[in-house]
């Protein structure tokens, strides 16, 4: 069972396609308004993460995870931390390493199956914030960071951590990269490609030898920008080992904490094998949300109020804990 029948209310009409929903989100949604205070947690490795806060007091915390080369303070992020901070959160948006508008340190960076910088996060935050619960909320790969977290190995998770909502999650990143490579989808790529190329140009520049710079400027699509960097420099064979090892799907099914995977039927990055049926009913605290109409980290309302993910966040949360 926990296959979840959505109920969510349908973006407006003229965003019924899933590009233009996803289109219009990250384009043309206004920046949420919250004052966040920023704090550079030094790890130990020599690098650094940069964190932003929103505290009231509160002994619940949320702690967020961007997208793909997004950042704590794209629009999304702020909507949904200042939705679950007027529910009473305080609120943690970590960056992922190199995204918070510094590149980080080492000749390394992120990949979707990253989880050591999560575990550090949330160990930092709990020993400093006397926190009594906190939930997860992470978006398309920092989702599937999260659910990676949640499942690889259960017995590490904190019992702190009550619940997890995690939005347009590519949990089968094999099938999503091919997905991407659609032409219908190449204005995403490029998006993509654009900042992740000039950060690895700036790597190079630090670690001279890092990657071929001829190769680098040939690149065209993810799979190859993988094949020449995010693989070797974090211990994978070639891309396609990288995909499969960094996958959630494979430990959905270890998952202890109420869980929200709320995927979208027309979300342009997600083919069939990224809705996880058979492992949402197998586990009792998998809860496969798949409605009709979203987009990819879109989800906008039919009026002006709380986008759709953002309030089935609070409903979610509001069941479980």
């Known amino acids: ?26 384009l043309l949604r206004r920046s949420p308004q ?21 505290r009231s007091g509160s002994r619940r915390l949320a702690l967020l995870t961007h997208g793909l080369e997004g950042h704590s303070r794209r ?42 910088d999560l575990d550090q996060v949330l160990g930092h935050a709990l020993a400093t ?43 089968d990143l094999p099938s999503s990269e091919r997905e991407l490579a659609r032409r219908s989808n190449r204005i995403y790529v490029l998006n993509f490609l654009k900042t992740l190329r000039e950060k690895l140009r700036e790597k190079n520049r630090r670690f001279p030898g890092l990657v071929d710079p001829e190769r680098l400027e040939a690149v065209r699509d993810l799979r190859s920008f993988d094949d020449l960097f995010t693989a070797p420099s974090h211990g994978f064979r070639d891309a396609a080992h990288y995909y499969v090892a960094a996958s959630s799907r494979p430990v959905l099914g270890a998952i202890r ?7 979208a039927r027309n979300d342009p990055f997600l083919p069939p094998e990224c809705f996880p049926e058979a492992e949402a009913r197998a586990n009792p605290m998998l809860f496969l949300e ?4 979203g987009g990819h980290v879109g989800f906008v309302p039919p009026r002006p109020g709380l986008y759709r993910s953002e309030a089935r966040t609070l409903e979610f949360l509001a069941r479980v804990i």
């Open 1 to 26: 069972m926990p296959l979840v029948e959505s109920r969510l209310p349908s973006p407006p009409p003229l965003l019924s396609n899933g590009h233009a929903e996803t289109l219009f989100a990250g």
């Open 75 to 116: 629009p999304y992020v702020l909507g949904m931390a200042r939705t679950l901070r007027d529910a009473g959160f305080d609120v943690l948006a970590r960056n992922l390493r190199g995204c918070s508008g510094e590149l980080n340190r080492l000749a390394t960076a992120y990949h979707s199956g990253e989880t050591g």
């Open 257 to 263: 904490v109420p869980t929200l995977l709320l995927n």
């Open 290 to 293: 798949t409605p009709a109409r």
């Open 34 to 54: 919250l004052e966040l205070e920023r704090e550079r947690l030094e790890l130990p490795d020599g690098d650094f993460l940069d964190l932003d806060w929103s």
């Open 129 to 171: 914030g006397g926190y009594e619960s906190v939930v997860l909320v992470g978006f398309s790969i920092g989702g599937n960071q999260t659910l990676r977290y949640l499942g690889e190995a259960p017995d590490r998770v904190p019992g702190a951590v009550a619940a997890s909502v995690c939005i347009s999650v590519p949990c």
